[in-house]
């Protein structure tokens, strides 16, 4: 099936929603996991807090991983430069821009600000590429390869928040942003909420 260019657009952004949904929900709740360690304030095991925040980590880095996939995008991989670069070939698939802006100009802007997160990103896929996906042989001559240059929650909760700023942009942009998967403050508050019920 050939899909139309407004189609293609919409689902190359409701893929990258869903991606920045799932690893957005496991973040929060490893951040939960890891405030209740610190606090000494939870009555589950710590054995099942480490696999609770190994699992969500795990998925978080994946979901990142697939939405900032450094590889050329030509090998069929959808993330956010393959929606930069056909954004900027297909401008008339986003029809609801700003009075005044140009895709060109968006396109621009964002792919500025998200070199600023260059430094993350390259953590990100060098956990994927090292650990996760495969175990690097590097490790056989430094086993703590993938701790020498850590991710911090920190990292991890601004390059989300700018995922969250341009994903959802896109999707307004779109003709219909229907079925596209949200995840606003709300949930997040709610699966907090959910979580200290949890340990309590």
Known sequence: MVLDDKQRAHDIVGYL???YKRGWKA???AEQIHAAEKNNVTKISKELCTIISY????????ALSNITDQRDYKQESIHLNYLFDYASGMPSAFPRLPKGSTIKEIVDGYRKLYGQYEPTVKKVNDQRNQVLAHVDKKLLN??????????????LRNIFA???TVIYAFASYLNSNDNIPTFDSKMSRKLRNDFSLMIS
């Open 17 to 19: 929603a869903g991606q």
């Open 27 to 29: 973040f929060v709740v």
């Open 55 to 62: 699992t969500c980590l795990t998925t978080c880095v994946i």
């Open 142 to 155: 430094n086993p703590r390869l993938h701790m020498d240059n850590p991710i911090t929650e920190d990292e």
């Open 162 to 164: 700018f995922l969250h």
